[in-house]
């Protein structure tokens, strides 16, 4: 059992395995082992900005409020999305994904100060979906009670959903505001203007993380989309992974 959990979690692509396991950790553990410096890991204005600690624009997308359902929720979302992405569009490039990570967290980062929002990982986790999504968007995805319909409209799927269910939506407007100001600059813009994207990956993020072994996945210029993963075997995939509902 210990080495089949090693082996599913070795399994899984190395920026996503950071961003699953540090939310896991630091939110089941920073309320017992850190009750008095919790605040310490939120996104506040006069920590980050002014005193500089930096950690905060990570530790705010990785901590989710302590142990939950609505972690664990969380947690799904953020590896079944997560892992396709930097399995699929994302494969062997991994600068280019750490580099789409740091510009997502900088764009909700700015938009968060402006609406006094501490926790972050819901936005980047949307923002993660918008992008799969656009970049799969003819793929048929399985939202709850069994309503199937293109990827494309997922976001706003998540963003009906919590309308709902009483929850603000937000913090997920914030993730597509930041996904799709992903995706325009670095796929849509260089399809329809036969351009470079606007923003490129920076040489150290490649010293770093390694170079690119093969060119992004993008949609045609007529719209088409990209193909599905080798292997998928069919274009039907489930909101929350490959062969689950919802």
Known sequence: MRNEIVEWATSIPPVT????FGTLLLSA???MVLPRRVLSLFLLESGAI?????WRFITAALFYGGP???LLSHLFMLYSYGRRLE???FAGRRADYVFAITMLLAVISAVSFFFNLRITGSSLTQAIIYIWSQLNRDVIVT????INFKAALLPWAFIAFDILTGVSPLSSFIGIVAGHAYYFTTFEWPTS???PPIFQT???FRDIFGADDRPPTVQSADGAPPSPPTGSGSTRQWATGPSRRI
Do not use: D, H, Q, V
Request: proline residues 7%.
């Open 17 to 20: 395995r950071f961003f699953f």
């Open 29 to 31: 553990l920073a309320p």
């Open 50 to 54: 002014m005193k500089l600690e930096i």
């Open 68 to 70: 939950s359902f609505a």
């Open 87 to 89: 399995e699929t569009n």
């Open 143 to 146: 939202f709850f009670f069994g």
């Open 193 to 195: 203007s036969g351009r």
């Open 202 to 204: 920076p040489g150290i």
